[in-house]
Antibody
Framework: QVQLVQSGAEVKTPGASVKVSCKAS????????MYWVRQAPGQRLECMGW????????KYSQKFQGRVTITRDTSATTHYMELSSLTFEDTAVYYC??????????????WGQGTLVTVAS | QSVLTQPPSVSGAPGQRVTISCTGS?????????VHWYQHLPGTAPKLLIY???NRPSGVPDRFSGSRSGTSASLVITGLQAEDEADYYC???????????FGGGTKLTVL
């Protein structure tokens, strides 16, 4: 069965970077794009961007352009999301979510369990 | 305005039917963008309930159904069960933002 297992909670200071991983199993890794979605406390879900697992091409939401980097390691069947220049407003639960296709318009059929990133001084 | 609006909460008794609305605009749902729905229990991974407006992934009971009309979409849950108590989110694409959008979420309480 499809499983997306994310790395554990992180605490970072303002200005630092965080890298969250998402280990995928149970399907052909290169066949599906992976999206990253976050939810800050009391806020709605936000899509940060996605990566084509096959060729590594990425597309980022305008809000996070320049601050987010999404990569993947096909040999490890693992996706990564790195967010830099963290501020308190980046405190959120970050999810990886498998897309049914490569576009911002598609739905996400499987999600990771979420990784809490806390930015605190 | 590029936003998807959901009611903050809905409720119903076991066995009843509830409808959760998702109101968008001409730049998202009204532009023909597909709408997807997720069920989310806090602390767990969100679950896809409906994709591309009306389609159920395998394993999702047929008590859950979706529709889209004009600039709005709806999720209908019939035969409410206690296990349906969760947060529900709609999701679509906005053509003017060229970005994905989520609704604010609706908390379903089973009385």
């Amino acid at each position: 069965q499809v499983q997306l297992v994310q790395s554990g909670a992180e605490v970072k200071t303002p200005g630092a970077s965080v890298k969250v991983s998402c280990k995928a199993s149970g399907y052909t890794f290169t066949r599906y794009p992976m999206y990253w979605v976050r939810q800050a406390p009391g806020q709605r879900l936000e899509c940060m961007g996605w990566i084509s697992a096959g060729n590594g091409n990425t597309k980022y939401s305008q809000k996070f352009q320049g601050r987010v980097t999404i990569t993947r390691d096909t040999s490890a069947t693992t996706h990564y999301m790195e967010l830099s220049s963290l501020t308190f407003e980046d405190t959120a639960v970050y999810y990886c979510a498998r897309g049914v296709g490569p576009a911002f318009s598609v739905g996400f059929d499987f999600w990771g369990q979420g990784t809490l990133v806390t930015v605190a001084s | 305005q590029s936003v998807l609006t959901q009611p903050p909460s809905v409720s119903g008794a076991p066995g009843q039917r509830v409808t959760i609305s998702c109101t968008g605009s001409d730049s998202n749902i009204g532009a023909g963008s597909d709408v997807h729905w997720y069920q989310h229990l806090p602390g767990t991974a969100p679950k896809l309930l409906i994709y591309s407006n009306t389609n159920r992934p395998s394993g999702v009971p047929d008590r859950f159904s979706g529709s889209r009309s004009g600039t709005s979409a709806s999720l209908v849950i019939t035969g409410l069960q206690a296990e349906d108590e969760a947060d529900y989110y709609c999701h679509s694409y906005d053509t003017s933002l060229s970005d994905s959008l989520f609704g604010g979420g609706t908390k379903l309480t089973v009385l």
